[in-house]
């Protein structure tokens, strides 16, 4: 088979090629022309950052006929030689099948054995943390003090999973993550060195789905070469990595925003029904977000941005967001994304979370549709405000007047506020039962329910801290927590309509209700009692004489207290 793979045919054979890593490289090749080579390395980082690369670089490097150089010259035999893999000095060990006691100790059994090519005999073992404890202990030694002509490179994906005994005997280099841009500019010679014609806005496509991996750039620009007809498409592209086009993304985002549910979910239809990965989709979106929330912090640092490009479209998007709802997308996102991985069926989740998605005003109130509700909310709190200054104005002058013509004491005029009707109490209070009263408490919460679904919710909660404390066959008497809830709710004619209208569409019969303040309800209501005292049938009689039924009475009020012969 003549056809080689892109990240075959493009390895690379020196320093300089070994895209994104200058911080390693730039290490080694002082370290070649200074001659301090040590006897033992340890690289480790992503998959596909070049370490085995640079690897066999560095022992191409330190056999170099025309050593000490800082880059191999690949012309003479030596440099030839390990390229192509004929000289047996340069061992490749795969430790993933290679993880046994035995190999180990054959390693360490001929490594005091001159090379007979080259200079130094190199041993290249990948996937170093695969070998089992006891192969590791088995190489201690010999990675501590091997003979002068050996050199240990141990590469690895997971260093954690590495002994420290091992590391602290290795000059260690992490590689990182290569950078979009830098993976671009790679894929960009390589196009151009080969002669394929490709979109730029395909190259970042694939370099973005590559997360930082030169390989896996190389082996999925291979497959949309393979894919594409005569030119390589953003349509190739997409296909080719399962990826959703940013323009996909922004319009859905655009569906959210605007609470279209219906196109939102239309979209979602045909998007899988073009085979896209449920999984793969929401991985996306939640990255899209993330990157918008980048942006937003901080604009000018585009080369953060994961998965997506900022277009124009992005940035217009980005710019009517807020932090907290783009705070609050990520969370469902990355909920649904848990629940997927344990069901059969992903596309119900991912349907529910965008329906989700498209009516977060319900529950979040930053909806711009909601605007002109919170306006008038707060207009009519600037209209009782108002009230409330007014009347406590009028409350001062009224005080003024009072104490000027009648002369009398202070403490009885200087009442500001909400005065309850006490003569109206009287009357309901004469007339009150304990079975009318437990019949309203009965459809209290029900009323409740019924005052928010009229569109009443700011006064429905003036009723929060409120209760009914009697009731006669027509009327009841409401307690406020509040005076000035219970201002706000008697002052308010269509309030006091309307809770009317439930109690009646719910008891049967017409009903009215007084408000009370807590604190001027027990003054009216011990009054009420003291003066029942001086009326009292024989039962009544019996309380006022027995002083252990009063003090009952002002403990636990009269409708707790019953009395028994």
């Keep these: 088979m003549s056809y080689q793979a892109l990240y075959r045919v493009w390895r690379p054979q020196a320093f300089i090629d070994v895209v994104g890593q200058e911080h390693v490289t730039k290490t080694l090749q002082n370290a070649l022309l200074q001659q301090k080579i040590s006897h033992a390395y340890l690289f480790s980082g992503p998959r596909g950052t070049g370490k085995t690369s640079a690897a066999k670089i560095l022992a191409k490097a330190v056999n170099c006929e ?24 340069v061992i490749e060990i795969d430790a993933a099948s290679n993880n046994g006691v035995e190999e180990i100790r054959d390693i360490r059994d001929k490594v005091k054995y001159a090379p007979t090519s080259v200079k130094y005999k190199v041993y290249i073992v990948d996937e170093v943390h695969m070998l089992t404890i006891g192969a590791f202990n088995a190489l201690l030694k010999t990675l501590e003090e091997p003979p002068k002509h050996v050199i240990f490179i141990l590469a690895t994906t997971e260093p954690h999973k590495i002994p420290l005994t091992i590391i ?24 151009n060195e080969t002669g394929v014609d490709c979109e730029e806005q395909a190259l970042h496509i694939i370099a973005k789905a590559a997360e930082g991996g030169m390989r896996d750039a190389l082996s999925l620009l291979d497959q949309a070469i393979s894919f594409s007809q005569d030119r390589v498409t953003v349509e190739d592209a997409l296909t080719v990595t399962g990826s959703v086009s940013q323009g996909f993304l922004n319009s859905l985002a655009r569906a959210i925003l605007g609470h279209d549910t ?26 899209y977000f993330r990157d918008m929330l980048l942006y937003k912090t901080a604009p000018l640092l585009e080369e ?4 997506t490009m900022a277009d124009e479209d992005f940035k217009q998007i ?27 069926h992903p596309r119900i989740f991912l349907e529910v979370a965008l329906v989700k998605l498209c009516h977060l005003e319900s529950s979040s109130g930053f909806s711009t ?40 004491p202070p403490q009885r005029s200087s009442r500001k506020g909400f005065q309850a009707p006490v003569g109206k109490i009287n009357e309901i209070l004469k007339q009150a039962t304990k079975s009318n009263l437990n019949m309203v408490k009965s459809k209290w919460g029900e009323m409740l329910g019924l005052l928010s679904q009229r569109q009443m919710r700011s006064q429905a909660a003036l009723l929060n801290d409120a209760e009914p404390v009697a009731a006669s066959e027509h009327t009841f008497i409401i307690k406020f927590k509040y005076e000035i809830h219970c201002q706000m709710a008697m002052d308010n004619q269509r309030f006091l309509e309307t809770v009317s209208s439930i109690m009646e569409q719910l008891l049967g019969k017409n009903m ?47 409708d707790l207290v019953e009395i028994k012969e």
């Design 369 to 408: 549709t909601s605007m002109p509700e919170i306006e008038q909310l707060l207009s009519k709190i600037e209209h009782l405000e108002e009230k409330i200054r007014n009347l406590s104005i009028s409350g001062n002058r009224d005080q003024t007047a009072e104490e000027t013509t009648a002369k009398q």
């Design 262 to 287: 219906a196109g939102g979910l239309s979209a979602l239809d045909q998007l899988l029904a073009n085979g896209k990965d449920p999984s793969r989709f929401i991985e996306d979106f939640i990255f």
């Design 304 to 307: 953060a941005l994961e998965r």
């Design 168 to 191: 602290s005997r290795c000059q260690r280099f992490d590689f990182k993550r290569i950078t979009a841009k830098a993976i671009v500019g790679r894929m960009r010679l390589i196009v």
């Design 66 to 89: 025309r050593a000490p150089i800082s880059e191999p010259c690949n012309e003479c035999a030596a440099c030839k030689g390990i390229t192509d893999g004929s000289i047996p000095d």
């Design 512 to 558: 009215q209700f007084v408000g009370v303040p807590e604190d001027q309800w027990h003054n009216i209501r011990e009054n009420f009692i003291s003066s029942q005292h001086h009326e009292s049938s024989d039962g009544d009689q019996l309380k006022q004489e027995d002083p252990l039924i009063t003090e009952a009475v002002k403990l636990f009020g009269e």
């Design 318 to 344: 980005a710019n009517e967001i807020s932090h907290d709802q783009i705070y609050q997308l990520i969370e469902i996102l990355n909920k649904t994304q848990q629940e997927m991985k344990w069901t059969n």
